[in-house]
């Protein structure tokens, strides 16, 4: 399976070769051959001067599915009695879908001892909200959350349900995905409506952030999203706004079947790098763990954190938890400030998507400065300090 | 214990070079690599082995040339090996792949425990582990970074929560995805490479496990990307000029002038 090429109409100028993301073109003399890579994205039908190639419609099976869901939804996580940020982003990016396709906007929310979130949760946009409270759900876990998410999708049949991208929604709701049997997009960046076919259009960055795809699920329901944090804006706060709230109940044979034994809040642990503003990252510049510290400071009167590339974790000047990059944390905070980072690939592809990124490096050449907004050549022990002391004068402390 | 662990062919992304003017990978002669994280999972897998004996099966779906991962598992010192290889299977989303890895998991028989790197470098969907677990009907604990305690009908282990860490107990058989803190992957040894040199490695198609063409692959998926394209580097790119000191300086002039660092109230 893949596009279908003419080679009446083919004049082997290769261009598709370069438009296709996935490499699944190679010349066989003097036309492409499609590999088994080919998803029928179109890129190279888009690019081809000679109108040569043609994406054949995919045979689906019906689904009825479509026509019965009504509703945008938002899973809205709660854990140790604290929502994420991330719930306000997807209800604010929920309410305008749902504004969209002229519906209600629903949040699920499940826990135990949740007095006051579904008021918050009416407060931060939603029309509905079903919030299932019982000791089962005291602590996440995946088997018993995705039943009783899973039972809800069934009975009220949303068209769409976004969930955030944090540790819980991408644990738990692929497997929700699943279950229900419905197609999954993960860790979107962007969201839109398609108002004819009234699909979800899902981006996402794909081959580490090397390019961009915009997804959708034609057939099966609900169209599910994880959804990066800090992307969406939230919405306005409708203080003191009563929407419905449907109490759920579980049924008397649920249980969970893994058990939580202990929660450990440790920011040590476990750097919040993916939620963190900002973020001040050290490589192999900085020399070694004395290094480090010219970064924490800077990472302190910032507000942020540290982060490290596997270079410097490798070397074990810092741990594991504060690598930003392939095998590390993903992360797209407003503020990147590299540091003696040359920029390796596997580096590049965790931190690119960063609204604002400086670069402090003493080779000109390095590819960190093609991905920095502001690139500075130079010394990092003279530069960072001067960033500090300017900042402390700014405000008034230096 | 019966461990299978499911591995990704993908492109290694390590040593090349983003195009500087398309931001995109030159991914000309780049070589296929065993997916990272998926290497966390053939570590995890042997120190269980080591703990509480038993065998290890590596399972991939993947085009012929896959098997070259099956066959660096060996090295590793997994048992035995399965590629997964049907043009069937090509385009395939997360829920298409899992009904494959589901199948052959199945038919591999009495697996009581399943193991998946956290996700893949080059989809970061992090959704097939999951996926399996539920087609299976095993429970799951995603971004497992420690293990407590290994017995034949329990894992204790530490989940990696954006917040710290859970101490999770779950009964086997079950599925876990593990991140890098579960230890770093040992070297292939002597021993497993001249193994994995003489293994041949077996394959199943659709046909062999069971599945309909058209449950599988790109017309088994529920999900169609429409649109490809380059992202925007929004903003322009500039370098300072000055001494160290006048470039600091400056550098926090203007993040604070376009309000990316604000001086506070």
């Known amino acids: 399976m893949g596009v279908i090429i003419d080679k009446e109409l083919c004049i082997g100028c290769e261009q598709c070769l370069d438009a296709c993301p996935f490499d699944a073109l190679e010349m066989k003399g003097d036309v492409p051959e499609v590999g088994d890579a080919c998803t029928l994205c179109g890129s190279c039908a888009d690019v081809c001067p000679e109108g040569a190639i043609t994406v054949p419609e995919v045979e689906r099976a019906q689904d009825d599915r479509a026509a019965q869901a009504k509703g945008v939804w938002v899973y809205a996580e709660v854990r140790g009695g604290q929502m994420p940020e991330v719930v306000a982003e997807l209800l604010g990016q929920g309410r305008r879908l749902a504004g969209q396709l002229g519906v209600e906007l629903g949040a699920v929310v499940l826990g135990h001892g949740l007095g006051g979130v579904a008021g918050e949760l009416f407060a931060l946009g939603a029309d509905v909200v079903y919030a299932a409270d019982d000791p089962l759900l005291a602590d996440f876990n995946d088997d018993i959350y995705c039943k009783v998410l899973t039972r809800l999708i069934a009975e009220y049949k949303p068209e769409v349900l976004l969930a955030g991208a944090t540790s819980v929604g991408r644990s738990m709701i692929p497997r929700v995905a699943t279950a229900v049997a419905t197609g999954l997009t993960a860790d979107c960046t962007g969201l839109a409506i398609d108002p004819d076919k009234r699909l979800l259009l899902q981006t996402r960055p794909a081959f580490g952030g090397n390019i961009m795809a915009t997804i959708v699920c034609p057939t099966a329901r609900p169209q599910m999203a994880t959804v990066r944090p800090r992307v969406m804006k939230r919405g306005e706060r409708r203080e003191g706004f009563e929407g419905r709230l449907v109490t759920v109940s579980l049924d008397a044979e649920d249980q969970a079947v893994t058990k939580v034994l202990e929660v450990v809040q440790s920011l040590e642990e476990n750097v919040n790098l993916t939620g963190a503003e900002v973020v001040v990252t050290g490589g192999r510049g900085v020399g070694g763990p004395e290094g480090f510290k010219v970064v924490a400071q800077l990472a302190e009167a910032l507000g942020g954190v540290v982060g490290a590339t596997r270079g410097a974790v490798d070397s074990e000047w810092i741990g594991h938890a504060h690598q930003v990059g392939q095998t590390g944390r993903t992360v797209a905070p407003k503020l990147y400030i590299a540091l003696g980072v040359s920029g390796a690939v596997q580096h590049l592809v965790g931190m690119q998507g960063s609204d604002t990124i400086v670069a402090v490096n003493n080779d000109p050449n390095a590819p960190i400065f093609d991905v920095a907004h502001y690139g500075i050549v130079g010394d990092l022990f003279k530069v960072a300090p001067a960033m500090l002391s300017h900042l402390k004068q700014l405000r008034g402390q230096g | ?265």
């Open chain 2, 1 to 265: 214990m019966k461990i299978a662990v499911c591995i990704k062919q993908v492109p290694d992304t390590a040593n090349v070079k983003l195009d500087p003017e398309t931001h995109t990978l030159k991914r000309e002669g780049v070589e296929s690599i065993v997916n990272p994280f998926d290497l966390f999972a053939l570590e995890a897998a042997l120190r269980i082995k080591e703990a509480a004996g038993g065998e290890i099966v590596a399972v991939t779906m993947g085009p012929p040339q896959a098997e070259t991962v099956i066959k660096d598992a060996i090295g590793f010192g997994v048992d035995e090996g399965l590629l997964l290889s049907d043009r069937a299977f090509a385009g395939a989303d997360t829920w298409a792949t899992t009904a494959v890895l589901a199948k052959a998991i199945e038919g591999l028989g009495d697996v009581d425990l399943v193991i998946c790197g956290k996700q893949a470098v080059d989809g970061d969907t992090a959704q097939v582990g999951p996926g399996i677990a539920q087609r299976l009907g095993l429970p799951h604990v995603a971004f497992v970074k420690g293990f407590r305690e290994i017995e034949n009908k329990r894992l204790v282990v530490e989940r990696q929560m954006d917040d710290g860490y859970d101490v999770v107990e779950l009964p086997l058989p079950a599925l876990i995805t593990v991140v890098r803190e579960v230890g770093e992957p040992r070297p292939p040894s002597l021993k497993g490479k001249m193994r994995a040199k003489k293994y041949t490695v077996p394959m199943q198609g659709a046909a062999d496990l069971g599945l309909d063409a058209s449950q599988v692959g790109l017309a088994g998926s529920f999900t169609q990307v429409v649109k490809v394209f380059a992202p925007s580097h929004s903003g322009e790119r500039r370098r300072l000029e000055g001494s160290d000191e006048q470039m600091g300086a400056q550098v926090i002039d203007a993040l604070v002038d376009n309000q990316v660092i604000m001086l506070g109230s």
